[in-house]
């Protein structure tokens, strides 16, 4: 439990640092708005074709840094027409069996 402030000079240093947290807090928000508004610009640039090169230039990091933050690649699985299993269990346990 926190006690009253004493003095004058006491409280006043209670306001700043409230204020200052509150300022914080604004400032991590805007930040995670900022960061998926970049995120959700760099994926449309790409799916657009534009080069890693060219994000990075308008990020001001290198192309390599720009992949290693923004391209994240994800693994789209289309199963077969026939309707074939993705994963044959038996057929793997089996190989694993025999190693």
Same mark, same amino acid.
């Given at each position: 439990?926190?006690?009253?402030?004493?003095?004058?000079?006491?409280?006043?240093?209670?306001?700043?640092?409230?204020?200052?947290?509150?300022?914080?807090?604004?400032?991590?928000?805007? &930040?995670?708005?900022?960061?998926? #508004?970049?995120?959700?610009?760099?994926?449309?640039?790409?799916?657009?074709?534009?080069?890693?090169?060219?994000?990075?230039?308008?990020?001001?990091?290198?192309?390599?840094?720009?992949?290693?933050?923004?391209?994240? &690649?994800?693994?789209?699985?289309?199963?077969?027409?026939?309707?074939?299993?993705?994963?044959?269990?038996?057929?793997? #346990?089996?190989?694993?069996?025999?190693?």
């Amino acid at each position: 439990m926190r006690r009253a402030p004493e003095t004058l000079a006491e409280a006043r240093k209670a306001d700043r640092i409230t204020r200052r947290r509150h300022e914080l807090a604004d400032a991590v928000e805007l &930040r995670a708005t900022a960061d998926a #508004s970049i995120a959700r610009a760099v994926a449309g640039l790409r799916r657009d074709g534009v080069s890693w090169t060219t994000i990075a230039h308008e990020l001001g990091v290198t192309k390599q840094a720009a992949q290693r933050r923004f391209g994240q &690649r994800t693994l789209t699985v289309k199963r077969p027409p026939d309707d074939t299993p993705l994963f044959d269990l038996e057929a793997a #346990s089996e190989a694993h069996s025999a190693v």
